[in-house]
Each structure stands twice: as C-alpha cells, then as structure tokens.
C-alpha cells in the first residue's frame, strides 16, 4: 500500500521498464537541479501558530476563473500511455475526482478532446488546462489552440523554457528517443494533412519572442499563463505584456540544469508581479508540508509532475485518485497544524530558513566517551 507520493516511485519502478522509469526519472545533464527542487523544501522550516484553527479546513480555490477542490495542480506530463494503457483518460477522471486541475500536455496519448469528454462522462467537474509549446508555423499554433478550447480547456499553459529540448542523459544512454509503436501524440494528428502524431511534429524553438506572446493574446480569450519564466525580470515583462499569470517552472529539472530550486526563486518572483497575476509553482513538490511552504511564500497553488506519472504506472486512475488523496490529508492537517482554517492564512511568518544553517550531528574524537552527547573534536 502506499502512503506516501515517494511510495508511487518505488511500487511504479517495480513494474516498469527501467527505460521508461529513467525518462520520467531523470533531468537534463547532471540533474542538479532536479535534486535541488526536493531538497529546497527540506530546508525551509514551518513556524506553526497554535490557538486560532478551525474544525474544518477550506481547501477551495479560485484561478484565473477556474475552480478546484485543491491547491494542487497536476502539472503537464507527457506520454501518459506509456505507462498506462488508459493514459490521460485515467489521469483525468482522478483529477477530476478530486477536484483538482489537470493541464493536458501537448504531447498527450490521447487527444485533448478525448480526454474532456471522458472527465464529462465521469460525472466529476474539474477544469483541464492545455499546455502549449509556439509552433514557428502560427497556423498549427492556431489550430492546436482551437483544439483545446473547443475541447472547454479554460487556460493555455504556454512553456517558455524549452527553447531547445534539454538533454536528458539517461534517454541517451537508453536510445530513448521515440514513443512505441501503436502510439502517437493524438493532439498533433492531422493538424496539417497526412500528419501522424510523431513526437518529431513538435517544434522547440529557439526563435520565440515576446511578439509571439503578445500574437497569442489575440487568438484566443483564454487566460494565459507562461510555464518556466524564472528571472523575475522576466516576470516583469510577463505582467507587461497581459500574461494572466505564471507557472514557476524549472521544467522538473528537465531543461537548463543548474538554475536555481523553483522554491529558492519564489519569493522574487512573487516579490515582481507585486500580486497583480497569480504565481503557481512547480518542482519537488511531494508533501502536504511541501505545498504550504510554496502557498505562505505567495503562490496561489503548488503543481506536480512525477508523481502523477508514478501512481498512475503504480495504479492506474486508482492510483492517481490514492496520490491526490494523500495529497489533500497531508494538506489539511498542515493547516491544522499550523493554525489555518483556510489557504488565506497561510503568510510567510509560517516560514523561516534556519538561523544556524545545517544543525551539525555531534562531533565525537575516535575513541571518545560520547555518552553525554558532547561535542569533542
Ligand atoms: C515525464 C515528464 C514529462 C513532462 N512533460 C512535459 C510536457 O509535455 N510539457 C511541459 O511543459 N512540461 C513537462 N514536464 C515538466 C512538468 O510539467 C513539471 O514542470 C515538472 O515535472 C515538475 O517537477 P516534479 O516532477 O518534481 O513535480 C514533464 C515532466 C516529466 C517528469
Ligand atoms: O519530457 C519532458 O520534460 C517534456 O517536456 C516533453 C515534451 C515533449 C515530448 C516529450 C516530453
């Protein structure tokens, strides 16, 4: 049984072929970042206030017009049938069986559409978000955007740091470069004629500018946020050019190793859009702890990546609808716990980074008596 989002990780990799286990796994070169994400949250400490909670917490939340149950978004994942043969389908119906959001990737196994009818067949309500990377051919750009809104997408999430793909070093070594046969990226099936979904219709462009953002604007009335903005000049401009809100993103690790842990860059970020656009973040994100920290430094929701492709490779629609139901536990007794009735009473003063820096262990000489716990050496 698992009880925990690392749980899915293990049971998952049981099961899955390791070469599939390293592409969800793994990060662009030597995965520092990757790292960083995780072990940012560990440093931060929570300082709970005791005395003014309430028996029930309010979890709810608004963004950009659409409502969840959860602060918790599934962030866009590709490749979902890969390790389930449901894919997104399954993912979709445990989102919306929570309440949480779902952004479809654009490099989904079964098309955008498919997948809203099957959440509206479900009798569950949750948004689904589309993710989109700018095609340098704006008329795909366009249609891939049509398709996402007739499919009811309430926000397009525009992923701005793959100006090339990052290498991830471990698909290298595997010669994983392709999706199996027999599947296909159904969003990018016949947008032009005769096109069949291969993984290679998808344009990384070095190109893209803040004229693309800016074009985007104009086709489509959907909100729309940039996935992977980390300087907060950046962040400026986003603001400046009507972006509707941020998803503060290293991609997972996945593109430019080294940058900073998505939770380091927080509060700059939140500290430039000065509260005029919501701020989401990503990376790293594995406990109820994890997600408060992000909320009381600013953002407005937390998402999560890898551990949604673990459980659903773990249990399928089972398994995701498990994690996110970890997910709200942990959630609800860290508000308990830190004095909140609801996500608005979670302020930075619940925060703090250590004064001493690390904690040493105690330092004992070789031979010493260390009974008392002293420090010796
Ligand atoms: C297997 C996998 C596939 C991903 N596919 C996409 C994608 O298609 N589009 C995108 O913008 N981000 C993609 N990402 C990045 C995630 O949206 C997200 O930023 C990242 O996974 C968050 O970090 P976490 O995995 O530590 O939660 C992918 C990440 C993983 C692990
Ligand atoms: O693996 C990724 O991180 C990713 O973003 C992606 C994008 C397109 C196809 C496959 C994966």
Not at 204 to 226: F, K, Q, Y
Request: hydrophobic share 45%; charged share 25%.
């Amino acid at each position: 049984m698992q009880y925990t989002a690392h749980d899915f990780e293990t049971a998952a990799r049981a099961e899955l072929d390791p070469v599939y286990a390293d592409f969800i796994a793994g990060g662009a070169r030597d995965e520092i970042t990757v790292r960083a994400n995780e072990a940012a949250f560990g440093r931060l400490q929570l300082l709970p206030r005791v005395l003014r909670g309430s028996a029930v917490r309010d979890l709810d939340v608004t963004l950009l017009g659409s409502r969840a149950r959860m602060p918790v978004l599934l962030s866009p994942t590709a490749f979902h049938k890969l390790v389930d043969p449901e894919g997104e389908v399954a993912t979709a119906r445990a989102a919306a069986a929570a309440g949480a959001i779902m952004i479809v990737s654009m490099a989904s196994t079964v098309a955008v559409g498919e997948i809203a009818d099957a959440v509206r067949a479900s009798g569950d309500d949750a948004p689904l978000w589309f993710q989109l990377y700018i095609q340098p051919d704006l008329e795909i750009t366009e249609a891939l955007v049509r398709r996402a809104a007739d499919a009811g997408c309430t926000a397009l999430v525009v992923t701005v740091d793959s100006a090339v793909l990052g290498a991830g070093e471990r698909n290298r070594r595997n010669g994983f470069h392709d999706l199996p046969p027999g599947l296909r990226c159904e969003n990018l099936v016949d947008l032009r004629d005769g096109e069949r979904g291969h993984v290679r219709q998808i344009a990384m462009s070095a190109e893209l500018n803040w004229e693309h953002i800016d074009w985007l604007r104009g086709v489509t009335d959907l909100p729309v946020l940039l996935k992977g903005v980390l300087h907060p000049e950046d962040a400026r401009l986003a603001v400046r050019h009507g972006v509707d809100g941020l998803l503060l993103s290293n991609h997972g690790g996945r593109q430019l190793d080294t940058v900073p842990a998505t939770l380091e860059l927080l509060p700059e970020i939140v500290a430039a859009v000065a509260g005029r656009i919501p701020v989401v973040l990503d990376g790293g994100v594995r406990r109820g702890t994890d997600a408060v920290k992000a909320l009381a430094l600013g953002a407005s929701a937390v998402g999560i990546g890898r551990p949604v492709m673990w459980a659903l490779a773990e249990g399928g629609e089972k398994g995701v609808r498990r994690l996110l139901e970890l997910l709200r536990e942990e959630l609800d007794d860290t508000l308990a716990l830190c004095g909140a009735s609801g996500l608005a009473d979670l302020t930075p003063e619940l925060v703090r980074v250590p004064a001493w820096g690390p904690v040493p262990g105690p330092v004992v000489a070789p031979g010493a008596d260390h009974r008392f716990g002293g420090v010796i050496a």
